[in-house]
């Protein structure tokens, strides 16, 4: 059992348990040769000769040389079969190796360099690496000459000399990046308030219409980002709710009834963060803006005076959840204060306020 961080770089050390219920241990760089979760990730230990040269424009030097270090390294495998294909990530560069069965380990060279007009220029050394030493009949000039030195890019080639040599490969990037959407079904208790004033009239002044517990229902769909370990998410979830109350108001010995009838679709948009506990749990934070699609029926209706139309502001939304075995959730959720007369800019001021307890279902 290996800890899952939320470190994207390469790492030196790790924290594993050889059991669940096992004490968590530290290894270094020194003591392991690799480490990984069978065929979803795998880390392994080389000494290289790797370039640390920047991509900042600042830090250009007129060089088109490769700097070479040599540097004990724990590299990310990214492809593993006849033709293997690494990476090495750090907060300045990013670095890709290869190696083959009759190749030693080596970096795929790509340097951005200045000439003498400052110009940037590119050091594509990485083709003519491949060119030569991945020869097979599906991959052409064509197909090197269009590579980037990117991770997506190299990945698809590999992929392709490995399928012209036997077929037979791994591709552990493919591994991590595997359900990235998530439509999950929502079912919840909203505990909602509702103030409405005018400061003008003390006939229309509505006041407190009181707390209120209703019904929610909404579709969410989550987008997760194939990064950070699979930690963070797109989040959109429709969800329909409603306010009903009503209200005697006395003024000037005369009393009137007002009534609120509130239905609308809201449109949380947000992004969502992942604390991973275990395999089967892990607990979650949220925050979205609110987009109110208000029903056209929605208003707030007054026995003896003109009827207000509800159109109200938008408001942000924060939760905290749990989810288990990637299946069941619970969230309880803050809205802040909305403005549901909104297109009333003068003397009419509203506050709607809930809270939301959620439960959920991912469908997949």
């Known amino acids: 059992m290996i800890k899952n961080t939320d470190v994207k770089y390469n790492p030196d050390v790790f924290t594993y348990k050889l059991t669940e219920n096992s004490e968590s241990k530290t290894e270094t760089i020194k003591t392991v040769r690799e480490f990984g979760i069978y065929d979803k990730f795998k880390y392994s230990r080389h000494t290289v000769l790797i370039d640390f040269s920047k991509s900042n424009i600042d830090d250009l030097t007129k060089s088109k040389s490769p700097d070479f270090k040599e540097k004990e390294v724990f590299l990310q495998v990214l492809i593993e079969g006849k033709a293997n294909l690494y990476s090495y990530v750090n907060s300045d560069v990013s670095r890709y190796f290869y190696s083959t069965e009759d190749k030693n380990l080596e970096q795929l060279v790509f340097k951005e360099y200045l000439n003498g007009s400052r110009q940037i220029l590119e050091n594509n050394q990485f083709k003519q690496q491949l060119l030569m030493n991945l020869k097979c009949s599906s991959i052409t000039m064509g197909t090197i000459k269009n590579l980037d030195y990117t991770k997506s890019d190299l990945i698809s080639f590999f992929e392709k000399y490995n399928q012209c040599q036997t077929g037979e490969f791994t591709n552990f990037e493919n591994k ?116 109110d699609l208000f029903g056209k029926s929605s208003k707030v209706d007054f026995e003896n005076n003109n009827d207000l139309e509800i159109k109200s502001n938008g408001n942000f939304a924060l939760g905290i959840g749990y989810k288990h075995s990637d299946k069941y959730s619970l969230e309880f959720r803050y809205h802040t204060s909305r403005n549901i007369l909104s297109q009333f800019t003068s003397n009419w001021n509203s506050s709607y306020k809930s809270i939301s307890l959620i439960l959920g279902y991912t469908l997949f």
């Open 176 to 291: 991590e990046r595997k359900d990235l959407f998530n439509l999950n079904l929502r079912l919840g208790l909203n505990q909602a308030s509702l103030s409405i004033e005018d400061s003008n009239s003390s006939y229309t002044d509505v006041g407190d219409l009181g707390e209120q517990t209703t019904f929610r229902f909404s579709a969410e769909a989550e987008f997760i980002m194939p990064f950070h370990k699979n930690k963070w998410a797109i989040i959109i979830e429709p969800t329909y709710h409603y306010f009903n109350a009503e209200k005697d108001i006395t003024a000037y010995f005369t009393t009137q009834r007002v009534e609120v009838d509130y239905k609308s679709v809201e449109l949380p948009i947000g992004i969502r963060h992942y604390f991973f506990l275990n395999d089967n749990a892990k607990i979650f934070a949220n925050a979205s803006f609110v987009i």
